[in-house]
């Protein structure tokens, strides 16, 4: 395959699907790992993509997020596994926030802590919450089209009300500045109550979201564990994230 048509494979690739891995552009062209790399740092020169750790996405504005049904297809191999160790810190008796989003959604039915109560602003999590038998409590407000969550004064009024032993957030971005960061400001101020209202908390991103930043911050590393995935691509940056915040990746 001649190079403009291979990066003509990997931008259809991307248009198709928003975000890939190295692995399915090698497979895609049939190219070797190094010349899918030189071909990503070239189309990014361009600026018709953004490299991310393991892969790349079409470029997009910081206020820009991806919607649920984009989101479920995709790293849902890194979710499940971050999903797992999240849920690994569920205890007997706790009491638990888990925020809208397809990794928080995938620690539930990994739970095996008795007797657990569930808080969440997230329409995906109350299904999957009730289907394992969890206590469900709902945040109300406005749901959101795009990620299905309940924000907005409503939202932010009933979760001052909670107090949590635990709390479980997606993020939009990782950054070693910037901190978690996700699109929507009223989005934001629901997770940064949450990480407020708990003992502990805890983010759940899959390693494309690192040394990445969206519009808004709720929230510095310090305040919460990050759980991740690591792979070669990613070993250096978990390493500068670890001198400033606790770390927990499982290898993919």
């Known amino acids: 395959m001649l190079t403009f048509e291979r990066q003509h494979a990997i931008l259809n ?14 497979d895609a062209t049939g190219a070797s790992e190094s010349t899918i790399r030189r071909d990503l740092s070239e189309l990014e020169r361009q600026q018709k993509l953004k490299r991310i750790h393991g892969g790349a996405s079409l470029p997009s504005r910081k206020s820009d997020e991806p919607g649920m049904s984009e989101k479920i297809t995709a790293f849902t191999k890194e979710k499940e596994r971050i999903g797992a160790l999240a849920a690994s810190y569920v205890e007997d008796n706790d009491s638990i926030y888990i925020d809208a989003g397809t990794s928080t959604e995938a620690m ?70 910037f ?20 003992q502990q908390a805890f983010i759940l991103a899959d390693s494309s979201k690192l040394d990445q930043t969206s519009f808004t911050c709720f929230g510095s590393l310090k305040d919460a564990t990050l759980l991740t995935d690591s792979n070669k691509d990613t070993l250096e940056y978990l390493h500068k994230l670890a001198e400033q915040t606790s770390v927990e990746a499982v290898k993919i």
């Open 13 to 26: 690739l991307l248009q198709k699907q928003k975000i890939a891995k190295i692995a399915e552009l090698i």
């Open 108 to 177: 539930i039915s990994k739970i095996t802590a008795k007797n657990v109560t569930i808080v969440t602003n997230g329409l995906n999590i109350i299904n999957t919450s009730i289907q394992h038998d969890f206590y469900t409590y709902v945040l109300g407000g406005y749901v959101k089209t795009g990620t299905h969550a309940f924000i907005g004064k409503a939202a932010a009024e009933a979760m001052q009300k909670y107090r949590f032993d635990k709390a479980f957030l997606g993020t939009n971005g990782v950054d070693l500045t």
């Open 179 to 198: 901190g978690y960061s996700t699109p929507d400001p009223e989005e934001a101020y629901i997770k940064e109550l949450a990480i407020r209202e708990s």
